[in-house]
Every structure is written in C-alpha cells, then in structure tokens.
C-alpha cells in the first residue's frame, strides 16, 4: 500500500542554520493525524516543502515523488487548506456547489454541518466560522484524498472547534480521506489517530492519546497544554481514581463515581 | 477595576471592541494587533523608530527584545522575514517601549503557542503589579481568559452577556448557555458533575484545586 505522505531525509537550511536536517515522516492513507507545531519549529516551512518548495532529500505523495513534472498529479490528490485559501476564495454560490458535490443527500449535509442558515449567502459576506466550515465541507466532500488543515482551526472558540472536529472525523471516516492538522497547540488531539509533536525541526512525539500520559514530562517541558479532558484524566490515574486517559466527560464522570 | 478583559467572537469585529473601550473611557492606551504590513521595513530599528512614540536608544530596544525572548534578533534585520510568532512578540516589545497605562492584546493565542503565552503574560502580569499598568486580552478562547484573568467581559453577537470578576462566572451558567456561548470547559465539567451525579464541586480555575475536590466526594 502507497503511503499518502513519505519524508525522506529532508534538509533544508536558511542562511547558515538547519531547520530541517534528515528529516523523515511517514503518512499512511486514510490516517488521522494531529501534528502540534510549536513557534518556529519548522512548521511553515514543512508545508511550503510539501507544496514543492525545493529542498535536499525526497518527498513523495501518494506515492508519487514531489517533482514539477509530477505536481499537477499530486495536487488533484492533495489540498492544503490554509488561512489565504479560506479567506481569498472566490466561490460565489455555496448551495449550488454543495449541491453539485452531494447531489440528493445535500440537505442532511447541510444540517449536519449547521450550514443551513448560511447556504444561501455569498461566500465572502460570511463570518470567518462559517467560510471555515464552508470550505472544509466543500474540501472534504470534494475528490482530494489528502487534506491537510494548516492552522485554520486555531482561528476557532472552544465550541465550534468541537463541531468541525467531530465533523472532520466523521467525513474522514466515511470518505476515507487521509487528513493532517497542523497546529500551535494541543486543543483537537483527542480526535486524532495519530499525534505529533515537531520541535526545532524534528518530530519528539509520535504516538496515540493513550501514550500521552507516559510523556507527560514532555509536554510539559514544551509547555504545551493538553484538553483539559486529558490533562484531567492523568492528574486523576496518579489518585489512582481512573484507570485510562478518557476523551468524554460523561464517561469519566459516571466510571468516577460508579463505585 | 485592576483589569478588564474582554472576551468576543472575531477580529473583524474589532471595531464594535474599540467602542467599547471608549464607552468605557480607555484611554492612553497600546493596541497590539496583528498586521503583516507594519513589519513592511528594511530592519528593526527602523520598526522602533516608526511604532515608538519617542526616539529610542539601540539599548533600548535590545533590552525591549531580550524581555520578550527576542534576544537573537539583531537591530539591521528584517522584521517581515520574522515568523508570525516573532513579529506578534515584536509587536509587544515596541509597545513595552511606549509605557501606556494600558495594553490591549487582540488574539495573542492565533499567533503565539502555549509557551509563549505564557510567557508573554508572565511578563505583562509583572509590569501590571509593578507599575500598576491594566492588560486587556480579546479572545475567543474562553479557558485561556478564565484560567488567567480576573475579569471578565463575555461580548457575543454585539452585546455583553456578562461583565463581572471571574469567581462569579459559574453563577452565571445559564446565561452564557442561554447564548450559545461555551463555559469553560473545567466550569462544563463541574456543572456536569452536578447535573449527573448531583454533587456540587467548587467552582475553580485550577485542575489541581478540582482533583482535591473530586478526591473529597468520591
């Protein structure tokens, strides 16, 4: 099986230092993964080389090497979704695109993504939520199979955060797209397969949310702040109160006081 | 009032904040929001001089830089090469410079990680104390005032739904809920807690406080 992202000991330097020296990152398809890229990790850079930026080393997506030749393949396979995409679209009519895209099941779509009130509005008169949620939808329903969310979530309030990523896990789910987020922080980590940490241009965590705890020195050396439902769930295991890392409130909360 | 946060949906709706603020007589005040094209200038000296209300000396703004962690930056660089992290820190370093009595940060947490939060409040809480300065943040990111304000001002869809210190925010859960506006997530615990299981746990901003506290009940 192809891989949909493959990083193979990728340099790249600006003026004398390295900020990437023999990197390497391996994506599989249909994965879900969470990368938190702390400021100035590299994490800028990382998507300008996805996107073909030259650098030393190899970079294949779906299977394909990351060349000018190969780059209008790659790019009907891929969509990086950042925050000029989102603002500087140009669609002009959202419910004849939606339309198009979802054919007879559009209006469950539209329910499902609470874009109903808005549907009928141009594009660029909605609030930033909305032409979020807009533009994943379109992304997620259109043919990409890699999608990778760069930062745009960050731009979010803790509820409608929680929207999109119960959505974005859905419709990864049921269209088997590959997805990555990339992000400053740790909010969306319990929804992700797969976690990482990229710090001064090389990956220190790779793991799930149940590896979480046993690196807990780690993130809080990095000073990243875990959902309080994570950082709970680990203060609760050293009261010996839980058992495990929980992702949902209503459980832990019925699990603490079963006894 | 020893601080006033403000707490609202979007930046575009920065202007209906700015009223606000004068509504409420702010003045002398530093605004430190983002924008690319302040740092459209051949180098960091020329950023100070331009944004500084007064001439300003090379140690000066070498010293401006080190308290925000700037320390490697050199005064002929390029400030629009910096990444968004360092010209938001840049932002902050020019306007420690000017001395306002008050600081206002527009969405620190959608250009700076945890860590520099943090480390960017540590040090406007310091001047705060020491020289009785008033810091105001505009976010959407509810934990993250909660956790580190005093007050708060909650300011959804062009109006206030709450405007009191934070000890009283739980009080007030229905309001925000009435709004569609999200608690912050360790106040939805607690409320869930009491919802489920009919137990009332003290309403806190620090987990270790609400661990001690479940511990108790359990």
Redesign the interface.
């Known amino acids: 099986m192809t891989t949909a992202l493959e990083i193979k000991n990728m340099s790249f330097k600006y003026n004398t230092s390295y900020i990437f020296n023999k990197f390497n990152l391996k994506v599989k398809k249909n994965d879900f993964l969470y990368l938190i890229g702390?400021?100035?990790s590299g994490k800028?850079t990382l998507i300008n080389i996805i996107n073909g930026y030259p650098c030393d080393g190899d970079v294949y997506i779906n299977g394909l090497e990351l060349n000018n030749k190969n780059k209008d393949k790659i790019f009907n396979f891929t969509n990086i979704i950042d925050k000029d995409k989102v603002n500087k679209c140009k669609l002009t009519n959202i419910i004849d695109k939606i339309k198009e895209l979802s054919g007879d099941k559009y209006d469950y779509y539209l329910k499902d993504y609470k874009l109903l009130e808005v549907c009928n509005n141009n594009y660029n008169q909605l609030?930033?939520?909305d032409k979020i949620k807009v533009f994943l939808f379109i992304s997620l329903l259109e043919n990409y199979q890699f999608l990778i969310i760069d930062e745009i979530i960050?731009?979010?309030?803790?509820?409608d955060k929680y929207i999109v990523y119960k959505l974005i896990k859905k419709y990864q789910r049921v269209f088997k797209k590959t997805i990555l987020i990339i992000s400053?922080?740790?909010d969306g980590i319990i929804y992700a397969k797969r976690i990482l940490i990229l710090s001064q241009g090389r990956i220190c965590f790779d793991g799930s949310i149940n590896d979480v705890d046993k690196k807990d020195n780690l993130f809080n050396d990095?000073?990243?702040?875990l959902?309080?439902?994570v950082?709970?769930s680990i203060?609760?295991k050293l009261?010996d109160?839980i058992k495990e890392i929980y992702v949902d409130?209503?459980r832990m909360?019925?699990d603490?006081?079963k006894? | 009032m020893e601080k006033i946060i403000l707490n609202g949906?979007?930046?575009?709706k920065f202007t209906n904040f700015r009223k606000v603020l004068v509504d409420m007589n702010i003045n002398d005040m530093e605004i430190i929001k983002f924008d690319n094209n302040k740092f459209v200038t051949p180098s960091l000296k020329i950023f100070f001089q331009t944004n500084c209300v007064k001439n300003i000396s090379d140690k000066k703004i070498n010293q401006s830089l080190a308290m925000v962690g700037l320390n490697e930056k050199k005064i002929n660089d390029d400030p629009f090469m910096f990444?968004d992290?360092?010209k938001y820190k840049l932002l902050i370093a020019m306007s420690l410079i000017n001395n306002r009595s008050n600081y206002i940060l527009v969405y620190p947490?959608?250009y700076?990680?945890?860590?520099?939060v943090?480390l960017i409040l540590k040090i406007l809480k310091k001047i705060s104390r020491e020289y009785r300065k008033n810091i105001c943040i505009i976010t959407?990111?509810?934990?993250l005032l909660y956790r580190e304000c005093d007050n708060l001002i909650i300011y959804n869809k062009n109006k206030i739904i709450y405007n009191d210190k934070r000890n009283y925010l739980y009080n007030f859960k229905e309001t925000l809920l009435n709004n569609?506006?999200?608690l912050p997530?360790?106040l939805?615990?607690i409320s869930?807690?009491e919802k489920?299981?009919n137990?009332k746990l003290e309403p806190t901003f620090d987990?270790?406080e609400?661990?001690k506290d479940?511990?108790r009940n359990?």
């Open positions: 702390l400021n100035n800028t609030h930033l939520l960050d731009m979010l309030d803790s509820s400053k922080n740790a990095l000073s990243i702040r959902p309080f439902i950082d709970l203060k609760l009261y109160l409130e209503k909360i019925k603490i006081w006894k | 949906i979007f930046v575009d990444s992290s360092d947490n959608l700076l990680d945890d860590y520099n943090n959407n990111n509810i934990d569609n506006y999200p997530k360790i939805e615990f869930l807690v489920k299981q137990i987990i270790k609400l661990m479940i511990y359990v």
